[in-house]
């Protein structure tokens, strides 16, 4: 495991805040004004889709700078020449999907999000027959096949989550999903820029080497310090990566 040094040390302990972010809400202040985005050109969606995931800091420029720094330590890294599958849960408005499927020609995605209106947006940019999308609010990815998924991507996602139990759970279906050495990235955004809790439930990077999640058949294979990729927002943020065992 390799572990970039530490600009920025962060909390050791895991711990639930006192706030509980009522998802549905924090996304209808953005979405009230999209009703205009299936008609936005390729450039404008390159400058602003991301905006209604809440990722207003980036340009477009910044916005590719921040999904290949999220996927740049996946093990093994996504093929730019082989067919993969992945699976982007919290898929938002399907901005980070939208550029994996640009850049990644032979990629095909399975996407899901608590908030139907978003998927309804992610639905009308992202082409159907590249990209499966559900909303699903009980972590249920019954429709997803055991052992299908090369690739699974939570950007800003799994800090939402109520607890550490929930997180556990949930790992236990995406190592059901996952192919034999899939990899895995999820991306923590605890803090604000000015160093306020922005999510449910804070995560210790050294949660993810816990015998709970150990045990389940992964093992941490990087974790990344947000505060390394020249970000706005970086404060306390970590990337962690994590591969399905193989079994022989
Ligand atoms: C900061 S946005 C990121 C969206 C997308 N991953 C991206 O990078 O563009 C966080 C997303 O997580 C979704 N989310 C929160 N809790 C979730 C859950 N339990 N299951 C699926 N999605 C969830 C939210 O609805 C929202 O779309």
Redesign the pocket.
Known sequence: MTTSSNKQTFPVTTRAPAIVIG?QNW?QEVLSNSSKVQQWSANELDDKL?HL???SNFNAQGWRNFVNNTIAKLDPPMSSTKNFTFF??????G??SRRLLLQYPYAKGVG????TS?VLIARTILPPDRMKLYT?TN?DYSMIDNNTIDHII????IC??PSLDSIENLMKELVRIAKPGASMCFTM?PFDAYGKVSCNIIISPSFWSENRIRSLGIRVTSIQNMSEWNLPHSHHRYSVNLRKDIIT
């Open positions: 998802i996304f991301h995931s809440h990722w982007e849960l919290g898929v938002g408005v901005a980070f899901t999000d608590i908030v978003a699903v972590n939570a950007s800003g996602v939402y989550f955004i």
